[in-house]
């Protein structure tokens, strides 16, 4: 109906890829957004220096869901190397979507949960200006 | 109590339309509906913050462009004018509600009304082992004061319970204050997410009855009906000048005389003092004692104007139009299939509704709601404790004032069957 909802992000929200839990990660984070009370939990395991299996869990909008589900998608087989360098604007251009600050959050709340999660960093990414990592 | 009704016991609706003042013609005063933009603003969020009349804006501007000064300091003409606006302000907001000049203590907002309480008058009189009551369905700025003083202070909090309905179970009252241990009974008058009208007059005399105050959060109701807080027989009132026309930026704490004579200060600085050595200092009368530095002026000035605004309205035809726009909500709402009203019936609520959509995610809702211009509140609106009672992760809200209209509410109802057509299975 509109830009926002385009058709990847309402697909990717119907049908969620990688939702669940894994049964024993060898990660395990869970964030929130406390705008809204979102909850998101990511599970990994990994092998060999790659992101075997990746399983995100929680409630939230189609944006931040969407972009979980996106994330997950983008990130399971790949080196832990190449994924720390998955920036907000990588997100952003997954969504294809421009968001306003308020629902920024909703968008970015998987990578932060995946960042906190792998590398404890707990900011919100690019939070400081001309800060993308 | 009692004399003046409005305030503590709903009466029903009115089946018709109130016709005491036009909400069409109502809006022309509001400049912000009359800035062009894409698409007509629909403003269904007037509980998080209402919009302002042409008369607020300007005097405000007026104070600015005339008479700019700081107050209570300068002997020169324009000071002298702002302070006797600034404390004009003061009075007309007093006589709004039923209280003394000197007993309305200006401050940011209702919250820190709420922290200036917890502040200077619990941390000056309770002590570990001492009890408050609280409700569960509290806004955080009623709750996370308290959570702070009852960590420092090892204060019970206590919880009057709600029903599924959302209305407090009274019957729960006595309980909580049979031993004895409970210094104060803080609550919301009108909830900002159920919407529920609370038995203000029955619960602070109860209060009293187990030698505990009783203090009220306002924030919902002061800007929405007629509230008399000593007709209400509480002991402390929070409300804020921006839900009900005036500016941000300025809140107001009314508190019984003697118990605010007997509190310490708030804040430390200027203005709140009567004498300053270096050694120490003492406080200044009643209200300038809690008025530490410069207050907002501007904003105070605007708020007198927004009071004569409302007082030109009359508040119970203010109040007669919320209810007779959230009987009409909740009526249209039904036609809306998944959809579930948080709160009690159009009889016992105020000028708002909060539901949930199916499993739709409140944040979408409200976002394809935007595309049409309408303006609702998604999430947990300060009240998590609230939705986690209820079960629900957020909601959606839409809350009306003196110019909200019909149409905005058959819009609604249209968006949310178009949030269906995207978010449907």
Redesign the interface.
């Known amino acids: 109906m509109d830009d926002l909802y385009r058709e990847n992000i309402l697909d990717h929200y119907r049908n969620p890829r990688h939702r669940g839990t894994l049964e024993r990660p060898d990660i395990t984070y869970e964030d929130a957004n406390p705008l809204c009370g979102d909850r998101l939990r990511m599970d990994l395991n990994v092998r060999d220096g790659r992101i075997a299996e990746v399983r995100f869990s929680g409630t939230g909008c189609s944006i931040s869901q969407a972009s979980a589900s996106m994330l997950c998608e983008a990130i399971e087989g790949k080196p832990l190397e190449e994924v720390k360098k998955i920036s907000r604007d990588d997100v952003l251009e997954m969504l294809g979507i421009e968001l306003g600050p308020v629902r920024l959050k909703c968008g970015l709340l998987a990578l932060k949960t995946l960042k906190a999660g792998v590398y404890g960093i707990k900011d919100w990414p690019g939070e400081v200006e001309g800060e993308d990592q | 109590m009692g004399a003046r009704p409005a305030a503590a016991a709903p009466g029903p609706a009115p089946a018709a339309p109130f016709a005491a003042f036009d909400p069409a013609a109502l809006r022309r005063r509001f400049p912000i509906f009359n800035t062009p933009r894409e698409k007509p603003l629909l403003y269904l969020d007037s509980a998080a913050t209402s919009q302002k009349p042409d008369v607020v804006l300007e005097a405000m501007n007026r104070y600015y462009a005339g008479y700019n000064a700081n107050i209570h300091r300068g002997v020169y003409q324009i000071a002298e004018q702002a302070t006797e606006a600034y404390e004009d302000a003061r009075r007309r907001v007093a006589r709004f509600v039923g209280a003394a000049p000197r007993e309305i203590i200006f401050t940011r907002n209702s919250t820190e009304a709420i922290n200036l309480v917890a502040h200077a008058w619990a941390r000056s009189t309770l002590k570990a082992g001492d009890a408050i009551v609280l409700t569960e369905m509290e806004h955080h700025a009623n709750l996370v004061p308290w959570h702070l003083l009852a960590a420092e202070r090892r204060i019970e909090l206590r919880f009057i319970p709600i029903t599924d309905s959302g209305e407090l179970m009274l019957e729960a009252l006595p309980g909580l204050l049979a031993d004895g241990r409970v210094r104060l009974v803080s609550f919301v008058h009108i909830s900002n997410v159920l919407g529920t009208i609370n038995p203000v007059a029955e619960i602070a005399r109860q209060a009293h009855a187990a030698g505990a105050l009783a203090m009220i959060d306002a924030s919902q109701s002061v800007p929405h009906c007629r509230v008399d807080v000593r007709a209400l027989g509480v002991d402390f009132a929070a409300f804020t000048s921006h839900k009900m026309l005036g500016p941000t930026g300025i809140g107001m704490l009314w508190g019984r005389r003697e118990l605010l004579e007997a509190m310490p200060p708030f804040l430390g600085g200027g203005e709140m003092i009567r004498e300053v050595k270096l050694s120490g200092s003492t406080w200044n009368d009643l209200p300038w004692k809690f008025e530490a530095g410069t207050m907002p002026i501007a904003e105070a000035v605007g708020l007198g104007a927004a009071v004569v605004f409302l007082e030109e309205l009359g508040m119970d035809a203010v109040f007669a139009h919320d209810r007779e726009l959230v009987g009409y909500a909740l009526e249209r709402l039904t036609e809306v299939p998944g959809l579930r009203v948080l709160g009690p019936p159009a009889a016992k609520r105020g000028g708002l509704v909060a539901f949930t959509l199916g499993d739709i ?4 809702v409200a ?2 709601l935007d ?1 049409d211009g309408i303006a609702v509140r ?3 609106h300060c009240a ?1 404790p609230l ?1 986690e009672r209820l079960g629900v ?2 909601s959606t809200r839409a809350s009306f004032h003196c110019y909200s209209e019909r149409r905005e509410i058959d819009a609604l109802i249209d968006g949310l069957h ?1 949030v269906q ?3 449907g299975a």
Request: glycine share 6%; charged share 20%.
């Open positions: 995610h409140p944040h979408d976002t394809v595309r998604a999430g947990h998590m939705h992760p957020a178009k057509k995207v978010f």
